[in-house]
C-alpha cells in the first residue's frame, strides 16, 4: 500500500488511509489462522465420516476469497448505506429463516438450514448483525426525535428474531442476540427498570427452556453434573489442553481430532490448544481482543449516536460469540453450539462474520466528526 499516499484522492486510497488498519490485520490473522486449524483438523474427521481428507478444506477455503471481499465491499460503505444494507439482509434472512421451518432439513433436532445443492445455508448468522444496526438505528433516532418509539421498535425487531430463533430451535443465538440487546439498549441510556425487566424475561425464558425443553435440560444437567449425562466431548477437549501444554505437541501430531465428531466446528480451540499450545490459543485470544477494543475505543471518539451504537453492538456480538465458544470448550458454561469467528469451519459462518467485520470496519473508518473530537 505504499503506493497509496495521503494526497491520493481515489476511493481505494480513501479508504486505505481512514480504515482501522490494525482490525483489518487482526481479522485477516484470523481467517488465515482458521485455515490453518481447519487443514490439522478437518482431515481427520473427514476420514471417519468416509469423505475426501481434504473435503472440508478444499470447502472452507472457497469461501476464503468471497468473505474478504465482502469485508472490503462492506467496508466502504457510509453509515447511511450500512443502515440500507442492513435493512435489506434483514428482511431477505427473516424470510430465509420462517423458510427453514418448513422446508428446511431437519439436523441433531433442529432446522437451522437451507439446502441449495451442495452447499447449506444458516439465516439466522445473516440475521444478526442486520438486527444490530437496525435496533441501533432505531435507538439512536429516539433520542434524535422526541416522541419517536425507537425502543418500541427495537424491543419488536428483537421479539421477532428471537421467536423464530426459538422455533427452530437455537437458544444458544437467542441467548447471544439477548444479550447483544440488552448491551444495546444499555448504552442508548435505557432505564435500569427496563434493563431489570428485560433481564428478568431473560432469566424467565431460561426457566420455562430448561422445563420444556429436553435438549436444554440435558446440556444444562451435563454441565452442573458431568456424571448426569455424556460429556464426552467437553472432557476430551479438556484434556487436550493439558496434553498441548505451553507450546503444543506440534502441528498434526494432535490425537483429539481424531475422537472429537465436531473438532473442526465447535472445538477447534481444543485442537489448536493440543498442537500449538497455550501461546497460540493466546495469541487467538489477543487477535478478538483487538477488534473489540479497536472498534469500542473508535465508537467512543464518534458523535453520531447511531455510529456509536452500531458500532459498539457489532463489537460486542462479534466478541462474545468467541467468548462463548472458548468458554464451552474450556467447561466454563453449558454446551451451545456455536463456532469461533473465523476460526472454525462453516462457510456461513464466515461470510456472516465477513459482513459483521466489513460493518464494524466501514461505522469506524476515520471521519472529519472523530477526527475533529480527538483534536
Known sequence: ???????????????????????????????????????????AVAGRIG????????????FVAPSLLVIFIVSLLGPRDVRRLALGIFALALVLMVATLFVGPEIKGAQ?????????????EFIKPA??????????????????????????????????????????????????????????????????GLGGAAVTGAIVAYFLVPHVASRIDRFVNPDHGDSFQVNTALSA?????????????????????????????????????LAACTILIALFGVIVVRALRRALEERDHFIQLSAAGLAVMFGLQACINIAVTLSLIPAKGMT??????????MLALALTTGMLLALTRRRAASAHRRS
Open 241 to 277: 489442553f493439558g496434553q498441548g501444554g505451553l507450546m503444543g505437541v506440534g502441528p498434526g501430531e494432535g490425537s483429539v481430532k481424531f475422537v472429537l465428531p465436531d473438532a473442526h466446528t465447535d472445538f477447534i480451540f481444543a485442537v489448536a490448544g493440543e498442537e500449538f499450545g
Open 1 to 43: 500500500m505504499a503506493l497509496l499516499s495521503r494526497t491520493d484522492r481515489s476511493m481505494l486510497a480513501y479508504w486505505w488511509w481512514t480504515v482501522d488498519r490494525w482490525s483489518l490485520a487482526a481479522i485477516a490473522t484470523l481467517i488465515a489462522a482458521g485455515t490453518l486449524l481447519t487443514l490439522a483438523a478437518s482431515p
Open 51 to 62: 469423505l475426501e481428507p481434504f473435503y472440508f478444506v478444499y470447502r472452507q477455503l472457497s
Open 112 to 124: 437451522r438450514w437451507l439446502l441449495f445443492g451442495p452447499f447449506s445455508l444458516q439465516p439466522s
Open 340 to 349: 469461533l469467528p473465523f476460526v472454525s469451519y462453516g462457510g456461513s459462518s
Open 131 to 196: 438486527f444490530v444496526v437496525l435496533a441501533a438505528a432505531a435507538l439512536a433516532e429516539s433520542n434524535r426525535v422526541a416522541g419517536f418509539p425507537g425502543s418500541a421498535l427495537a424491543g419488536a425487531l428483537y421479539v421477532l428474531v428471537a421467536g423464530v430463533l426459538v422455533l427452530q430451535p437455537d437458544f444458544g443465538q437467542t441467548l447471544l442476540l439477548t444479550i447483544v440487546c440488552a448491551s444495546l439498549f444499555f448504552l442508548a441510556g435505557m432505564r435500569w427498570q427496563w434493563l431489570a
